[in-house]
């Protein structure tokens, strides 16, 4: 039975531009002398004058360096495969073709235009390309500099948060003296910097039912880089209805993950995941946390999604789950299918416009108050975050008691009268309200959308 032989990327043009090759072979030795006869070329690259395996020339059966078993003599089973590893510098220096690129545009992106996925044919369309980004955050963050770097034309970005110093442990874009800035300005500013011939555009406002269609209508690819679950099925319904490819990724502490939804004959988010999980039961990772470096891979993994879809470049994780884990520093890919039961695109979709998002993701309004209303209530406010969130600002008149402590502070809260119980984004105060009512108090509801939907209230 033979083995497959996976040809990387600077040996193809030597392979008859093959990615992988099935060659017949007991041993590695074997093997590579097989696929040598069968690709002469191939030789001077793996070979010295001696007929060794050149030194900057690694082989792996499966995931195990060869070094490390029996070299050239490793025994193959019928299942094993062989990739050839070759160092790389990073590319050569090479003339960029005549094309009707300016000059500037031709020595930038010199790198892609030697590149045959990319070319001169690839950068063209990735300069009229038009790529929507949700949020100037963790992950828009490296997704949106490297798409700029790349050339895309036309970067569109949503947000209306500002830059706190919490933000600069992972969301590059911004730094120390953009803190208080609308992230929004700052972005712009950045990636301008970056490249100073793409163009930028802005949408300051928090992305709803009533604005998303408008909002997306007029972009080729939409990346997701939001971080609720209310707008990510917002996200996702916008993009089956209009028909553009959603570019997925989501981190939490040290996992994240990334696929591309609603392409034509691909699954969506919903495929995926029919129904959010219940509130609370999936903290934010303003509540769990992050590693700041994550965003950084996901959102990397999304730019180079977004830019393989406008280049019409490579195999897409359309169809596919993509897993990785920072602490084991290790990938997984999932099959998805597409479900046919779907209820936005399934064959009998019964979603065929944009919903009520907040409700859909909380049906539990009558235990909630939203921001707005909360300012008519004369009801006891009780902070359920940490200290060091209660100091950097907390609503007026608000008692603190972090979630972790109320079970054991129950009688300072009180029975007569209304209470509201606040976190940063709501997950804490889901969780605290379930504590409170479990123990009596009948009146106590939490604030949806937490403190920071306070602040944009207030704003």
């Known amino acids: 039975m033979p083995t497959t032989v996976f040809i990387p990327t600077p040996l193809r043009p030597y392979a008859n531009k093959s990615a992988r090759v099935e060659v017949e072979g007991r041993t590695v030795g074997e093997a590579l002398e097989?696929?040598?006869?069968?690709?002469?070329?191939?030789?001077?690259?793996?070979?010295?004058?001696?007929?060794?395996?050149?030194?900057?020339?690694?082989?792996?059966?499966?995931?195990?360096?060869?070094?490390?078993?029996?070299?050239?003599?490793?025994?193959?089973?019928?299942?094993?495969?062989?990739?050839?590893?070759?160092?790389?510098?990073?590319?050569?220096?090479a003339e960029a073709a005549a094309a009707p690129l300016t000059?500037?545009?031709?020595?930038?992106?010199?790198?892609?235009?030697?590149?045959?996925?990319?070319?001169?044919?690839?950068?063209?369309?990735?300069?009229?390309?038009?790529?929507?980004?949700?949020?100037?955050?963790?992950?828009?963050?490296?997704?949106?500099?490297?798409?700029?770097?790349?050339?895309?034309?036309?970067?569109?970005?949503v947000d209306f948060d500002v830059v706190d110093f919490s933000n600069l442990q992972r969301q590059i874009l911004h730094s120390t003296?953009?803190?208080?800035?609308?992230?929004?300005?700052?972005?712009?500013?950045?990636?301008?910097?970056?490249n100073p011939g793409v163009r930028i555009?802005?949408?300051?406002a928090a992305l709803n039912s009533s604005n998303a269609l408008d909002i997306l209508q007029n972009y080729e690819v939409i990346v997701d880089g939001t971080d609720n679950f209310p707008t990510r099925y917002l996200v996702n319904d916008a993009c089956v209805l209009l028909g553009k490819p959603n570019v997925y990724g989501s981190i939490f502490r040290f996992e994240g993950q990334a696929s591309i939804f609603a392409a034509p004959d691909g699954p969506c988010y919903r495929c995926l995941y029919a129904e959010p999980p219940p509130p609370g039961l999936v903290p934010s990772c303003a509540e769990g946390g992050v590693l700041g470096v994550l965003p950084g891979v996901v959102g990397t993994i999304q730019a180079t999604e977004a830019i393989k879809l406008l280049a019409a470049a490579g195999e897409t994780l359309i169809g596919r789950l993509l897993l990785f884990d920072a602490l084991r520093m290790s990938f997984r890919q999932m099959k998805l299918r597409k479900d046919p039961n779907c209820a936005i695109c399934g064959a009998?979709?019964?979603?065929?416009?944009?919903?009520?998002?907040?409700?859909?993701?909380?049906?539990?309004?009558?235990?909630?108050?939203?921001?707005?209303?909360?300012?008519?209530?004369?009801?006891?406010?009780?902070?359920?975050?940490?200290?060091?969130?209660?100091?950097?600002?907390?609503i007026d008149g608000a008692t603190l008691i972090p979630l972790g402590t109320l079970p054991l502070r129950l009688h300072e809260v009180p029975r007569d009268r209304d209470v509201v119980v606040y976190c940063q984004s709501g997950s804490r105060s889901a969780r605290a309200l379930e504590i409170l009512r479990g123990a009596g108090f009948s009146r106590a509801r939490h604030l949806r959308g937490g403190y920071a939907a306070w602040l944009r209230e207030r704003v």
């Open 103 to 157: 000059n500037e545009e031709i020595r930038r992106y010199s790198r892609h235009l030697i590149m045959p996925e990319v070319g001169l044919e690839g950068q063209r369309k990735l300069k009229a390309a038009r790529v929507l980004c949700i949020g100037a955050g963790g992950l828009g963050s490296p997704a949106t500099l490297y798409l700029a770097a790349a050339g895309v034309g036309t970067i569109g970005l």
């Open 34 to 93: 097989n696929l040598t006869r069968t690709h002469d070329r191939l030789r001077e690259h793996l070979y010295n004058e001696n007929g060794k395996l050149r030194s900057f020339v690694n082989v792996y059966v499966n995931d195990s360096d060869i070094r490390y078993l029996e070299k050239e003599d490793t025994p193959l089973k019928p299942e094993d495969t062989i990739t050839i590893v070759p160092s790389v510098a990073g590319g050569a220096a």
């Open 177 to 194: 003296a953009d803190v208080g800035r609308p992230k929004l300005e700052s972005a712009a500013e950045r990636l301008t910097g970056i």
């Open 348 to 394: 009998h979709p019964t979603i065929t416009q944009l919903i009520d998002y907040e409700q859909f993701c909380n049906p539990a309004t009558a235990i909630e108050v939203s921001a707005s209303q909360l300012a008519g209530l004369d009801a006891a406010l009780i902070d359920v975050r940490e200290p060091y969130e209660f100091a950097g600002g907390a």
């Open 201 to 204: 555009e802005t949408h300051e």
